[in-house]
C-alpha cells in the first residue's frame, strides 16, 4: 500500500502565497491549468493500469498457470504391452453331437435337463413313436403277404422241375415205348399181309381163287405198307421235335415261375428290411447318450442361432438335439473388430479370466471370413478367434462368458504417457507438459498404444509431466483440434484412474 506524501503541490491554493496571482486575470487562469494537467496525469495512469490489465488477464486465458485443477501424469520408462480385450463363451473344441435319426423328424416327448451327468446308454430324449407303430403293423401286413407270395411260386417252381423230370424219365419213354411197339406191330402186319399176299398169288394161279380176293389181298399189303410208314414218322417225330417241344415248354415254365420266386423274394425282403427300419426308427426315439459327461442344449455351443429342444416341439431328422463336451478340451470364441483383426495371427498368447481367475492360452485360428453382420450386432464387423486353454479349470462350464485378453505386441524400456493427455490436430500430435511457468504445448511422435496408455519416441522425456484431458482444461488445446465423440473422449475420472 502507498503512503500520499504532501508537497506543496497538493496544499491548498491559499496557503501558497507564490502562486497567488497579483492581478485579477492571472488569478482566475493559473488554477485551471493546475488542474487540467493533474486530470491527464490521472487518465494516463488509468488507461496504463487497464492496458496492464487486458494485458494480465489475456495472458492467462491463453496459458493457465499451475492449478490444482490440472491432473498431470509423469511420463515413465518402463514395459508396455499391448493386448485386445474382447467377451467370449466357452466351449468344447471336441463335442458328442447327440442328433435325431428318426426319418422324416419326430416330436418331442421329454428331454433331460441342461447340465444333467450322464453315462453312456442313459436316456435323454423321448420322441413321438404312434406314427412309426402304425407304420410298422403296415409293414408287417405287406411282410405277410410277400413271404405268402414267395411260398406259392416256390411250390410252383417245385411243380415245375418235377414235371420235367417226370417228363424225360416217365412220359417221354412210355410215349417212345408206344410209338415203337406201334412200329414194331405195323411191321408184323406187314409182314403177315406180305406172307398172305404170296400165298394168294400162289393160289390165284392156281385157279383157286378170284381175282378179286387176290386184289384184296394185294390192298392189305398196301394197307400194312401205309401203317408201317405213319407209325415210322410219328417215332421220329416223337424222338426229333416232340421231345424238345415239351421239354422247351416246360423248362420256360420253370423259369417263369422261377423269375416270380425271385421278384416275390426282392419283394420280400424290401419289406423286411422296411420292417427293420421302421423297427429301428422306433428305437431311435428312445435317445440315449453315447458318451459320459454333462449334457448341454445347442444353444451354449458354436451355432447359438439353433433353438433349444423341449417338450412339444418338433425336430428334423439329423437336427442337433443334444451335446456333451468334452471339458478336456474347452476353447473360447471371439469376435476381433476388423482393424485390429490383421494383427492377431495363431500361437499368440492369451489370458481367459474365469471367475475371477486367470487361465493361460493361444490363439488357435482366425476366421478369413466374418461373421454376418446387421442391425442386430450394430453393423459392426467382426472375425470369428478361437482362443485354446492351455489347462483345465475346475470351475470350466460350456457356454460361460468369459473376458479375453489377446497379447499383441510386448515393449521394453519405453516411455510412455496415458492416451487421455494427447490431442490430434491436422499438422500432428500435442500434449501439454507441466513447466514451471505452466503448461507449454509440445509435438509429440507417437508409437504403438494399449488404449490407455501410448509410447512416445519424441517430444516428452522421462520425468516430465503432462497434463491429462487437456482439451477439457485448456482453452487452447481445443483451438484446431481434431475433437473426438463425446463418447470417445476420456473423463477426468477415467484419466485419474490411468494415472494412479
Not at 6 to 18: C, D, G, I, K, V
Not at 56 to 77: E, F, G, I, K
Request: with cysteine; aromatic share 4%; net charge positive.
Amino acid at each position: 500500500m502507498t503512503v500520499p506524501i504532501e508537497t506543496s503541490a497538493s496544499l491548498p491554493l491559499q496557503s501558497r502565497p507564490e502562486l497567488v496571482a497579483p492581478d485579477k486575470h492571472a488569478s482566475s487562469t493559473a488554477p485551471r491549468r493546475w488542474l487540467a494537467g493533474w486530470k491527464g496525469l490521472l487518465l494516463g495512469l488509468v488507461g496504463a493500469a487497464l492496458v496492464v490489465g487486458l494485458a494480465a488477464s489475456l495472458w492467462r486465458s491463453l496459458v493457465r498457470p499451475p492449478s490444482p485443477d490440472l491432473l498431470t501424469h509423469v511420463a515413465a520408462r518402463g514395459e508396455l504391452v499391448v493386448t485386445i480385450a474382447e467377451k467370449g463363451t466357452l466351449e468344447s473344441s471336441s463335442n458328442e453331437k447327440i442328433k435325431c435319426r428318426v426319418k422324416g423328424g419326430s416330436t418331442v416327448l421329454w428331454v433331460i435337463e441342461t447340465g444333467t451327468k450322464v453315462k453312456p446308454g442313459d436316456v435323454v430324449v423321448r420322441l413321438d413313436t404312434s406314427k412309426i407303430e402304425d407304420s410298422i403293423t403296415q409293414q408287417r401286413i405287406v411282410v405277410e403277404t410277400a413271404r405268402g407270395n414267395v411260398k406259392i411260386s416256390e411250390a410252383e417252381v417245385a411243380t415245375n422241375r418235377i414235371a420235367i423230370t417226370e417228363y424225360l424219365e416217365g412220359t417221354y419213354p412210355s410215349e417212345l415205348a408206344t410209338k415203337e411197339k406201334e412200329l414194331v406191330i405195323a411191321q408184323s402186319q406187314l409182314k403177315s399181309a406180305k406172307n398172305q399176299l404170296e400165298h394168294s398169288e400162289r393160289l390165284f394161279r392156281k385157279g383157286y381163287i378170284s381175282r378179286l380176293q387176290f386184289a384184296t389181298q394185294l390192298d392189305a399189303v398196301r394197307h400194312a405198307e401205309l401203317e408201317v410208314d405213319v407209325k415210322q414218322r410219328e417215332l421220329e417225330a416223337l424222338r426229333r421235335f416232340t421231345k424238345e417241344k415239351t421239354l422247351k415248354d416246360l423248362e420256360g415254365k420253370l423259369a417263369a415261375s422261377e423269375a416270380r420266386l425271385a421278384a416275390y423274394q426282392a419283394e420280400l425282403e424290401l419289406a423286411e428290411a422296411k420292417l427293420r427300419r421302421e423297427e429301428e426308427q422306433l428305437k431311435n426315439c428312445t435317445v440315449r447318450s453315447t458318451a459320459s459327461g454333462i449334457v448341454i442344449y445347442p444353444s451354449a455351443a458354436e451355432w447359438s442361432d439353433t433353438p433349444d429342444i423341449k417338450e412339444g416341439a418338433v425336430v428334423r431328422e439329423d437336427q442337433v438335439l443334444l451335446m456333451i463336451p468334452d471339458l478336456n478340451q474347452m476353447q473360447v470364441k471371439i469376435g476381433v473388430h476388423e482393424s485390429k483383426v490383421d494383427r492377431v495371427h495363431p500361437g499368440m498368447p492369451a489370458r481367459v479370466k474365469i471367475q475371477q481367475t486367470w487361465v493361460d492360452g493361444t490363439v488357435e485360428s482366425v476366421a478369413s471370413v466374418t461373421r454376418p453382420t446387421g442391425w442386430w450386432n450394430g453393423n459392426v464387423v467382426k472375425y470369428d478367434t478361437i482362443i485354446k486353454l492351455k489347462e483345465r479349470h475346475p470351475a470350466v462350464r460350456p457356454g460361460m462368458s468369459v473376458a479375453v485378453e489377446v497379447e499383441l505386441a510386448r515393449y521394453e524400456d519405453v516411455v510412455t504417457v496415458p492416451v487421455a493427455a494427447i490431442v490430434e490436430y491436422e499438422d500432428g500430435t500435442y500434449c501439454w507438459v507441466q513447466t514451471p511457468q505452466g503448461p507449454r504445448k509440445r509435438r509429440v511422435q507417437l508409437g504403438d498404444t494399449n488404449d490407455q496408455f501410448v509410447i512416445v519416441k519424441a517430444g516428452v522425456r522421462e520425468g516430465e509431466s503432462v497434463v491429462l484431458n487437456p482439451l477439457d482444461l485448456i482453452r487452447e488445446a481445443r483451438r484446431g483440434a481434431l475433437l473426438p465423440s463425446r463418447k470417445d473422449r476420456p473423463s477426468q475420472k477415467g484419466g485419474q484412474a490411468t494415472q494412479a
